[in-house]
């Protein structure tokens, strides 16, 4: 392979039309598509103008596809199988693409016999060849006798025709739990297709689960790298193409999708080299993660009082902008009083190189922030996630690397946090919290792991009080930058009193009781817990009394694991979607306190409602 793979999409994996589907393509980089059937026979455009269209945006055509059920044990209708093949023959002359995806029948009729098949097999490529075309047969993974790719080899090698050779897809194989280390052996000039797909682990019917539940590379759970390697090792020379079935990127803006599509690809490029097999086309290793550089908060007069009583001081105001920096322990906090509500607007990481990470998130189509928009003066490096929040390279206090350090842009105030953070004693930033939009989840997930090269931790489903919400963590190796983003396990409906898409700053504290009774007698809004919770602390863990009054009193959340604790107070929502969280790990505690979600976030709501009563 050159060092750029080839990359291609099935048009099916966009939402709209194909005059929407082609230029998001191109835009995004890809450098051909196939041909989805049913996008072309819904299309006003004649192949052949759907083939110059193409041309027009740099696009190939690199397979039409699916021609289905070909083979048939009735003589009669394998002819006219045979006649409706010579008729897509004429629209992929028209469209100018050689190669067509035969996949497995699912007939009643289907041929079970390897041998009859393969003879069907090649009376086809037999007739494909004659117009300079080629057949890539695959293994539906609910195929009727062929679903499997050893068995549509099988019949491919028996056929024995040039014309003919295989689609290899992922979903197929993996949804299977077949071993793909056996494709290495098939010659690689019989590889004539390689569609790429992931998926979630589900346990459900493979068609319902293919048809639904696909995913780009990366954003689900099969081993990929582990799956392009062997199609490689054959000699494989073929595009890298992407078709997924996903109902909600079936919805989403082609362009956007398209983008995350094609991150999808590189990233996994990338990965197969490092096993080894394949260039790779990112080329720039994400340079290594120090921690949280600081959380920029947009906010309005309601969030300094706040800070102020959970012991930050504010120990710089910008030179020319209305952001104030907050400090306490190694907790860096902007507030940002531009305007608009309370929101997380950029999370800084320290990274090791900045310009580095600048150019890798480049290499991966990571939206450029445009400079104004930044909290700083300096030059830091900065791209927008998929959330619309800015993400900033720095290397605070390293004058020496341009554009790295942000500290100079603001004039000392003289305030200094006290050593203890006047009791609360934040020692710095422990995680942030992300609610994402629902169609963005996916993409979100997979952008923070190839542009930030961080790595997937815990997942998890928990029943809020206004719906499910899936979690999962993304990490860094020394778990210096941890983010935990969570989505609405459906589309949030009508009735959603819930906040909608919270965020969160959980500050690191070594001792929580402390720090909250330390908190409160300064006057930070801590949220009251129920009492039915502490009831069923008691019950399941056994707490001392003293413990479990300070944690009533206080309103604690303990989530109890084999190997630590999770204990956290939280603040009230201030302003529309933010709260903080002082947070305590006790052990080897790696989670996110995702078990008493549900109920801090019953606690919020009312929390809300009471002080909207206050006001009415
Ligand atoms: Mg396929």
């Not at 979903?171 to 000039?189: C, E, M, N, Y």
């Not at 009251?528 to 944690?551: C, E, G, H």
């Amino acid at each position: 392979m050159s060092r750029e793979p080839r990359t291609a999409i099935a048009t099916v994996c966009l939402s709209g039309a194909l005059e929407d589907k082609l230029p998001a393509a191109a835009a995004a980089g890809f450098d051909g598509v196939e041909i989805f059937e049913p996008d072309l026979v819904a299309s006003p455009m004649p192949p052949g103008e759907v083939r110059l269209r193409c041309a027009d945006l740099g696009l190939s055509i690199d397979l039409y596809q699916p021609f289905r059920d070909l083979d048939s044990t009735d003589p009669e209708r394998f002819a006219a199988n045979l006649r409706r093949a010579e008729h897509k023959f004429g629209v992929m002359e028209a469209l100018g693409t050689d190669t067509v995806l035969v996949c497995s029948s699912v007939a009643p009729d289907a041929v079970a016999d390897v041998d009859l098949l393969a003879e069907q097999l090649h009376a086809l490529a037999e007739r494909a060849a004659a117009r300079g075309l080629r057949i890539a047969y695959e293994a539906l993974a609910w195929g009727r006798h062929v679903n499997t790719y050893d068995r549509s080899w099988e019949a491919v090698r028996r056929a024995d025709h040039p014309a003919l050779g295989l689609c290899l897809d992922s979903f197929h194989i993996l949804s299977r739990g077949s071993d793909p280390a056996a494709i290495a052996d098939i010659p690689g000039d019989k590889l004539f297709f390689l569609q790429l797909a992931d998926a979630p682990h589900l346990s459900m019917d493979v068609l319902q689960w293919s048809r639904h539940h696909r995913l780009f590379p990366g954003q689900g759970a099969f081993d990929l790298p582990g799956f392009l390697a062997p199609v490689l090792a054959a000699g494989y020379t073929g595009p890298l193409s992407l078709e997924v079935f996903n109902d909600v990127f079936r919805q989403a803006d082609p362009a956007r999708a398209a983008v995350d599509a094609h991150r999808s690809l590189l990233a996994l490029a990338e990965a197969t080299a490092a096993r080894g097999e394949g260039a790779d086309p990112v080329a720039e290793a994400a340079p290594e993660l120090h921690g949280h550089a600081f959380v920029e908060l947009s906010a309005d007069e309601s969030l300094a009082p706040v800070l102020a009583a959970l012991g930050f001081a504010r120990t710089g105001l910008h030179r020319t902008k209305p952001v104030e920096r907050w400090e306490q322990g190694a907790a860096r906090i902007l507030v940002n009083r531009s305007g608009g509500p309370v929101a997380v607007a950029a999370l800084a990481v320290e990274s090791a190189d900045p310009p580095a990470a600048a150019r890798r998130a480049t290499r991966l189509s990571a939206p450029v922030l445009p400079r104004e928009r930044g909290p700083a003066e300096a030059d830091l490096a900065a791209v927008t996630a998929p959330d619309g929040t800015a993400l900033f390279f720095c290397r605070t206090g390293a004058r020496a690397v341009e554009g790295a350090d942000w500290t100079g842009d603001f004039v000392p105030t003289g305030e200094t946090a006290a050593d203890d953070g006047a009791g609360i004693g934040v020692t710095g930033i422990d995680h942030v919290g992300l609610a994402q939009p629902f169609d963005h989840f996916d993409e979100a997930t997979l952008f923070y792991r190839t542009v930030l090269g961080l790595e997937p931790d815990a997942t998890g489903e928990f029943a809020a009080p206004f719906g499910l919400v899936r979690s999962r963590a993304v990490v860094d190796a020394q778990r210096r930058v941890r983010l935990a983003l969570t989505v609405s396990l459906l589309r949030r409906g009508e009735w959603a009193p819930g906040v909608s898409e919270p965020q969160y700053v959980a500050l690191a504290v070594d001792d929580v009781l402390a720090a909250a009774r330390a908190a409160r007698a300064a006057g930070a809004p801590l949220l009251a817990i129920p009492d039915n919770y502490y009831a069923d602390l008691d019950a399941r863990l056994a707490l001392s009394k003293d413990r479990l009054a300070a944690y009533r009193d206080l309103g604690v959340l303990h989530e109890e694991t084999a190997g630590g604790a999770y204990l956290q107070v939280c603040t009230e929502v201030l302003g529309g979607r933010v709260f903080l969280a002082l947070v305590q790990r006790v052990g080897d505690h790696d989670g996110y306190g995702w078990t008493d979600a549900p109920v801090r976030m019953a606690a919020h709501r009312r929390r809300r409602l009471a002080r909207e009563r206050v006001r009415a």
